[in-house]
C-alpha cells in the first residue's frame, strides 16, 4: 500500500522505498552491461549513508555503509566508476549529489533550483551538507581502499539547474530518480517535467517488482506462522490454495478456529483468491 501511494498516488518517497529503488537501479545496471559486466561509469549509494553522516553516528564501520562501498556483492571495480550518485533526503526535499571522479566536480542537482541557481542563502546552507557529506565518502573510501586513484581535496561544487517546471517539495523525490537515471554529468538524457518524473516513477514500481535478493514468505504463510508461532506446524499441517480459480486444497484447521478471509492483507491490485 505504502510503495502504491508514494509511487502512483503523489505521496512523498521515503526513505526505505528510495533504498530499494536503487538498489534495484544497481542491479538493472548490471543487467544491461552483459558485456562488460566487471566494470561500471556509475555508483550509486542509498540514503542511508545520509542519515548515518549528518546524525555524527559512526559511519566508517558501519556494516551497511561498507556493503554499499566495499561490498562482496558489488560485482564490477568500484575505482573504474566514473559518477557516484547519493540521494539525500532533507527538509525541503530530496537532491542528488553527483561525485565526477574524473573531473573533481561534486554536482548539487536540486529539482527545486529554478533561473540562475540557488540563492547565495540556500547554496551557503548546502554547501555544509555538501561538504560534510563529500569528507565522509572520501574517508570511507580511503579506509577500505589502499591507493583509492581520486584524491578528496581540490574539488569544485556545481549547481545545474536541471528542472524545466517547477516542483513542490513532494515531488522532488521523483525528481531525483529522474535525475539519477538520465543525468550524464552535464545534462538531463531525458527533460525533467512533471510527465517524466511521473513516468519514472510508475516504472520504478515496475523494477522494484524485479528486485532480486528479496524474500519474504507468502501471506498465508506467515498468517499461519503467526498464529501457530511455528513455521514447521504450515509446512506439516497445513495445505493452502494460493492460485485463482484453482481447485479448493483440503485444509486441515484446528476446531474453533474460524478461516480468514485474504482480503486486507494484499493490495487490490495485486489481491488473490487465497480462500
Known amino acids: ?62 556494516t551497511s555503509i561498507q556493503e554499499q562501498l566495499a561490498g562482496k556483492d558489488i560485482p564490477y571495480d568500484i575505482t573504474s566508476s566514473q559518477m557516484f550518485f547519493l540521494p539525500v533526503p532533507l527538509e525541503e526535499g530530496w537532491i542528488v549529489l553527483m561525485w565526477d571522479m574524473m573531473s573533481r566536480k561534486l554536482h548539487v542537482l536540486d529539482p527545486l533550483i529554478r533561473g540562475d541557481g540557488p540563492s547565495e542563502a540556500k547554496k551557503g546552507k548546502l554547501e555544509m551538507i555538501v561538504w560534510k557529506l563529500h569528507h565522509a565518502l572520501f574517508e570511507c573510501l580511503n579506509e577500505y581502499y589502499v591507493g583509492w586513484p581520486t584524491q578528496g581535496s581540490q574539488w569544485v561544487t556545481k549547481y545545474p539547474v536541471v528542472a524545466e517546471e517547477s516542483f513542490t517539495r513532494d515531488e522532488t523525490g521523483g525528481c531525483v530518480l529522474h535525475a539519477i537515471r538520465h543525468y550524464d554529468g552535464s545534462k538531463l538524457k531525458i527533460p525533467l517535467t512533471k510527465y517524466n518524473a511521473d513516468k519514472t516513477k510508475r516504472q520504478a514500481l515496475h523494477e522494484c517488482l524485479k528486485l532480486r535478493g528479496n524474500s519474504s514468505k507468502l501471506v498465508h504463510d506467515a498468517f499461519w506462522t503467526a498464529v501457530f508461532a511455528t513455521a514447521s506446524y504450515v509446512n506439516q499441517n497445513v495445505m493452502l490454495p494460493y492460485c485463482r480459480n484453482s481447485r479448493r486444497s483440503t485444509t486441515r484447521v484446528p476446531k474453533g478456529l474460524a478461516q480468514p478471509k485474504a482480503t486486507s492483507l494484499i493490495d487490490d491490485h495485486v489481491k488473490e483468491e487465497i480462500w
Open 1 to 62: 500500500m505504502a510503495m502504491r501511494q508514494q509511487l502512483l498516488e503523489g505521496r512523498a518517497l521515503d526513505h526505505e522505498l528510495v533504498s530499494i529503488i536503487i538498489r534495484r537501479y544497481t542491479q538493472s545496471d548490471q543487467e544491461s552491461n552483459i558485456e562488460c559486466p566487471y566494470m561500471k561509469w556509475r555508483h550509486n549509494m542509498e540514503p542511508e549513508f545520509v542519515t548515518l553522516v549528518l546524525a555524527d553516528h559512526e559511519y566508517v564501520t558501519n
